[in-house]
T-cell receptor, first 114, second 111 residues
Framework: DVKVTQSSRYLVKRTGEKVFLECVQD?????MFWYRQDPGLGLRLIYF???????EKGDIPEGYSVSREKKERFSLILESASTNQTSMYLC???FGSGPRRGYTFGSGTRLTVV | GDSVTQMEGPVTLSEEAFLTINCTYT??????LFWYVQYPGEGLQLLLK?????DKGSNKGFEATYRKETTSFHLEKGSVQVSDSAVYFC??????????FGSGTRLLVRP
């Protein structure tokens, strides 16, 4: 069964910590995405990547960075965690071109920054 | 820029009631349209999609028709079940393969 796997379901971190959220997909997808989900705000795009070592800013990149050293792995980095980054983080992947089949999502990581 | 607007929730229905969740979009060109569902504690799952005008997407008893003239993609189901309780997201895919989501509509189905 093809899937997108996020390494942690729940994380609790302290303010100021450097936080890594990992995402791995086994579908050979070119595109990968990081969203955060907050009540009443829906899903907001943080960063995305169309290929290895490529990254593009989404709508809310401030306070985040990403790394994509291998095609299957896309990491989200919180350089210095703050309480306003407490949220559900969702990773997704998709094919690069051709029919627009939508995304496959991971199960999400609920991050709490204290 | 492109955007999606969907009705606010929560929508509360009794089992076997008819469901409609409204979704309208603003976009240049003719984007592909999607409905995703999120069950409690889980990520999003693709429910159905439509890639061109007048297409009807369907899955698990849910349907939505791509209406170009009204820029809409309303989700419908004839008879909801308790197990349909979830958050439903309407989305469009823009020309650079990014999904743009609505804010989500929570559905609560009572026995």
């Amino acid at each position: 069964d093809v899937k997108v796997t996020q390494s942690s379901r729940y994380l609790v971190k302290r303010t100021g910590e450097k936080v890594f959220l990992e995402c791995v997909q086994d579908m050979d997808h070119e595109n990968m995405f990081w969203y955060r989900q907050d009540p009443g705000l829906g899903l907001r795009l943080i960063y995305f990547s169309y290929d290895v070592k490529m990254k593009e800013k989404g709508d809310i990149p401030e306070g985040y960075s990403v790394s994509r050293e291998k095609k299957e792995r896309f990491s989200l980095i919180l350089e210095s965690a703050s309480t306003n980054q407490t949220s559900m983080y969702l990773c997704a992947s998709s094919f690069g071109s051709g029919p627009r089949r939508g995304y496959t999502f991971g199960s999400g990581t609920r991050l709490t920054v204290v | 820029g492109d955007s999606v607007t969907q009705m606010e929730g929560p929508v509360t229905l009794s089992e076997e009631a008819f469901l409609t969740i409204n979704c309208t979009y603003t976009a240049t060109g003719y984007p592909s349209l999607f409905w995703y569902v999120q069950y409690p504690g889980e990520g999003l799952q693709l429910l159905l999609k439509a890639t061109k005008a007048d297409d009807k997407g369907s899955n698990k008893g849910f349907e939505a028709t791509y209406r170009k003239e009204t820029t809409s993609f309303h989700l419908e189901k004839g008879s909801v079940q308790v197990s349909d309780s979830a958050v439903y997201f309407c989305a469009l895919m823009d020309s650079s393969y990014k999904l743009i989501f609505g804010s989500g509509t929570r559905l609560l189905v009572r026995p």
